[in-house]
């Protein structure tokens, strides 16, 4: 066989392959790939602050949007409107909605061209899954994604979680350490997340 027809054969073997998962997983099957006992998380970073989301919860990762428009008398975490592949995209700051500085005090956010460019290559968009309409919220580093293990489960909370802290029911120790899980699906339901200024 050619090398060409191998490389056919293995790109359609990978194919079947992902086709299958995806099948399992929408049948809510178990996912082989997964380690017994285990479940996929996405390892994030807020500032100095680690957090890990059901991977189930995002639809994607992006790079920040190069155009972002505000909304008039909006929270100062709320960013704007970004246009992802023709689909309207709000786009949240985690870390103004976490510190909770910035709105207790009613000042808005830097125009985002000013926020652009000081903003560090690792910042990234993680789109949260919706029923009706995505929504992004920007944070400091998407790390990756993680197995944790079910036993690794500890009720240990971090502190300085700020208005995420309702959104944290349980930490997993990763390296040694109590990380906080976020549901992230929660926390951009909260009618808050989408607040006006009165």
């Not at 299958?20 to 380690?35: F, H, I, L, S, V």
């Not at 500085?101 to 899954?129: F, H, I, N, P, Q």
């Not at 197995?147 to 944290?168: F, M, T």
Request: include cysteine; glycine fraction near 8%; charged fraction near 25%.
């Amino acid at each position: 066989m050619s090398r060409i027809g191998r490389s056919r054969t293995d790109l359609q073997a990978l194919i079947r392959k992902l086709d299958a998962r995806c099948r399992a997983r929408a049948a809510g099957q178990t996912d082989d790939a997964t380690p017994p006992d285990s479940w996929a998380a996405v390892l994030f970073r807020v500032r100095d602050i680690s957090f890990l989301t059901p991977l189930e919860q995002l639809a994607e990762v992006l790079d920040l949007p190069p155009d972002v428009t505000r909304i008039p008398g909006a929270k100062p975490w709320l960013l704007g409107i970004a246009n992802n592949r023709g689909t309207l995209l709000p786009i949240f700051d985690l870390a103004t909605l976490i510190e909770d500085s910035a709105a207790r005090s009613g000042k808005v956010t830097a125009d985002w061209t000013e926020r652009r460019r000081e903003r560090r290559s690792r910042e990234r968009v993680l789109v949260v899954r919706q029923e009706h309409l995505p929504c992004g919220l920007v944070v400091s580093e998407a790390v990756g994604m993680r197995y944790v293990k079910n036993a690794e489960r500890v009720d240990q909370i971090p502190g300085g979680l700020g208005a995420s802290g309702s959104y944290v029911q349980a930490s997993y120790l990763l390296d040694g350490r109590p990380v906080p899980v976020i549901h992230l699906g929660q926390l951009v339901g909260d009618p808050l997340l989408n607040a006006k200024l009165a």
